[in-house]
């Protein structure tokens, strides 16, 4: 996967000799110039598709599922002049090897805000010689604001995780096909939304929420942003099993009451406490999580909390004891098979409205002597709140709200 162009810029692809277009080539049926690569880029599905100056050519660049490729774009010669066409070649580059993306601008003194943009440069890790990586960059050039916004958004969700488990949820399949087709024609679901909350302070919205094992696997895997998605999340989940603690905490919830009038409860007022229906429970958690939605994706086929629906008012509350590391290791296992993924003596289940998670010890999990693996700010927990990293370091409070948003799905 040569890259002949911007040797200084992108030479991380060296893997091939820097070729020049031959000045004169036989004009070749484009039938004939298919290649197996060509082949499998057809059948991708096409994201976005736009055109960008990539090194001094302007290129006509597509961006699909799996890589992002582009060709030159070539001016039409004269009739009868075709012997002097420049056979192009196709190149690209794998999601997978790019880490980050920027906006690229260019500053002066006289500005004060946001400099002049000139495009998008793309931060790509890739492999050398005996495993070694080799970080590279690629510019894409385009002075339009709007063009840029729209590309560099797509990128920012394709490195931002490996699954939207909303829109999973909502359609059941990740396709945007799909989801387009409900927008077309008119469905509409009613969703639950949660607040999550620290000592009367709004902290933000959101779906779920894992706390413990969840969070340290997350806050892990934002420390190695420069590896690709799934790389990163594998090395995150093999560190925390390799580190795996229980967090002391005293969990508090409010039971789902099914009596109660989800259709009329939609607002965001506090309701009154019922302290005689609260319970709690306290201990060693490894893992701790609480679902408003089923959570469906790839290695959850069935969802996280497969019992939970869309917009029923209440959340799932998963709770894992502190247990050994094979018998965590089983439990998580479970979720991408069809076997029950809570059938085991350290699991607990509850259908609930609120949870108050507070944890008991202070010092949140960090050690001065483990600094390789601190997966948190001093005295803050990590969250993984729908994939964000949210640390707190005291009491997080849960409140599910019904049916607050309606959705295409």
């Known amino acids: 996967m040569p890259w002949r162009r911007r040797r200084n810029r992108v030479s991380a692809l060296e893997g091939g000799r820097e ?16 290649s197996p690569q060509q082949t499998e880029a057809a059948a991708e599905r096409i994201l976005l598709r736009g055109i960008f100056e990539i090194g001094r050519d302007s290129c006509d660049v597509v961006l699909s599922e799996r890589a992002l ?42 500005q004060q805000r946001s400099g002049t943009l000139l495009g998008i440069t793309l931060f790509i890790c890739l492999k050398k010689e005996q495993n070694k990586l080799k970080n590279s960059t690629l510019d894409l050039i385009n002075l339009s604001e709007d063009h840029c916004d729209i590309w560099f958004r797509q990128f920012k969700k394709i490195l ?40 009367g302070k709004l902290l933000r919205f959101g779906f779920s929420a894992m706390f413990g094992f969840g969070g340290r696997t997350l806050a ?34 409010l039971p789902f009451n099914s009596s109660d009038d989800v259709e009329n409860n939609q607002s965001l007022s506090l309701p009154l406490d019922c302290n005689d229906q609260w ?29 939970t629906r869309l917009n029923n ?45 507070h944890p008991r010890n202070i010092t949140g999990g960090y050690n001065p ?5 601190e997966t948190a700010s001093e005295n803050c927990f990590p969250w993984n709140v729908d994939g964000d990293l949210m640390e707190v370091a005291s009491e997080v409070h849960i409140r599910l709200h019904p049916r607050l948003i309606s959705l295409y799905g």
């Open 220 to 253: 892990l895997a934002e420390k190695y942003r420069w590896m690709a998605p799934n790389q990163r999340r594998d090395f995150a989940v093999v560190k925390a099993l390799a580190k795996l603690r229980a967090e002391d905490c005293e969990i508090s919830f």
């Open 19 to 34: 070729e020049e277009a031959p000045p004169e080539a036989a004009a070749v049926p484009s039938a004939l110039l298919t």
């Open 160 to 199: 931002a995780g490996s699954t939207n488990v909303l829109a999973h949820s909502l359609h059941g399949v990740p396709h945007v096909i799909t989801a387009t087709l409900h927008i077309i024609m008119g469905h509409v679901q009613l969703v639950d939304v949660c607040t999550f909350s620290t000592a």
């Open 69 to 110: 490729r582009w060709r030159p774009i070539q001016p039409q010669r004269p009739a009868g002049d075709s012997k002097y066409d420049l056979l192009c070649k196709e190149e690209f580059i794998e999601l997978k090897d790019i880490f980050s993306v920027k906006l690229k601008r260019r500053w002066s003194v006289k």
């Open 313 to 357: 008012g209440s959340m799932a509350l998963i709770i894992a004891r502190n247990t050994s590391r094979p018998e965590f290791i089983k439990h998580l296992k479970r979720y991408a098979s069809v076997k029950n993924q809570f059938n085991f003596p350290f699991v607990e289940t509850y259908t609930v409205e609120e949870v108050k998670v």
């Open 279 to 307: 319970q709690m429970i306290q201990g060693q958690f490894l893992n701790v999580s609480i679902m408003a939605i089923p959570c469906l994706c790839s290695v959850a086929p069935r969802g996280l909390a497969p019992n």
């Open 369 to 373: 002597e483990e600094e390789e693996d």
